[in-house]
């Protein structure tokens, strides 16, 4: 199934969003102290990090370990009316409500993106595609009641899929051993 949303960040096409949109108090590994919706100290009007390559030296090194999962330039993109270069958008207050809001949407996509890769079963696969679509068809509407809506029914399924994922390699390796104990 193609994904319709991307989860890997690209600062490039984003404002900034992260560096403005939260509190330093939910920010670990942030040297500086500011309140949600106030630009870091060390952000650029421009949108650039102005100690990019410094950040762990200089105590930032929270930064480099956030990862938005595509949330950034997903707000970005939906909300810049300015014409602006991305990545040269300024955040807007707007953008930083709903940066917070599809945030955790976001951690749920890409982890339901993550298990494409693991062959799963049929059954498993055709959950796994529903909490994707359901997640997707969410975020693209727009709406800020969608998207709180689907986020703790995802999060539920999610969770089973990963448990029986979990359920079914253990089965997997014991069945791999039992093999081995066998023929070795
Ligand atoms: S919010 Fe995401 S895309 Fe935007 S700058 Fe931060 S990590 Fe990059
Ligand atoms: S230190 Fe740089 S990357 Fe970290 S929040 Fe500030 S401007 Fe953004």
Redesign the pocket.
Same mark, same amino acid.
């Given at each position: 199934m193609p994904e319709r949303i991307a989860t890997t960040s690209d600062c490039a096409k984003c404002a900034?969003l !992260? $560096?403005v949109a939260y509190p330093s108090d939910d920010?670990p590994g942030?040297a500086?102290s500011k309140r949600s919706g106030e630009? !870091?100290? *060390?952000?650029?009007p421009c949108g650039? $990090?102005?100690?990019?390559e410094d *950040?762990e030296r200089?105590g930032?090194g929270? !930064?480099i370990a956030?990862d938005c999962f595509g949330a950034g330039q997903f707000v970005t993109q939906a909300l810049s009316h300015s014409g602006a270069q991305p990545g040269r958008t300024v955040a807007t207050q707007a953008m930083i409500d709903r940066f917070l809001l599809v945030r955790p949407a976001f951690d749920l996509l890409r982890l339901a993106q993550r298990l494409a890769d693991d062959n799963l079963p049929p059954e498993h696969e055709s959950r796994r595609v529903s909490i994707v679509r359901s997640l997707e068809d969410a975020l693209l509407t727009g709406d800020p009641a969608s998207v709180e809506h689907v986020l703790l029914p995802a999060k539920a399924a999610l969770r089973d899929l990963y448990a029986a994922r979990s359920m079914q390699n253990r089965k997997g390796n014991l069945n791999s051993r039992r093999a081995h104990a066998l023929v070795g």
């Open positions: 900034a !992260c $560096c920010m942030f500086a630009p !870091c100290p *060390r952000l650029a650039t $990090c102005t100690i990019y *950040r200089l930032f929270g !930064c956030y």
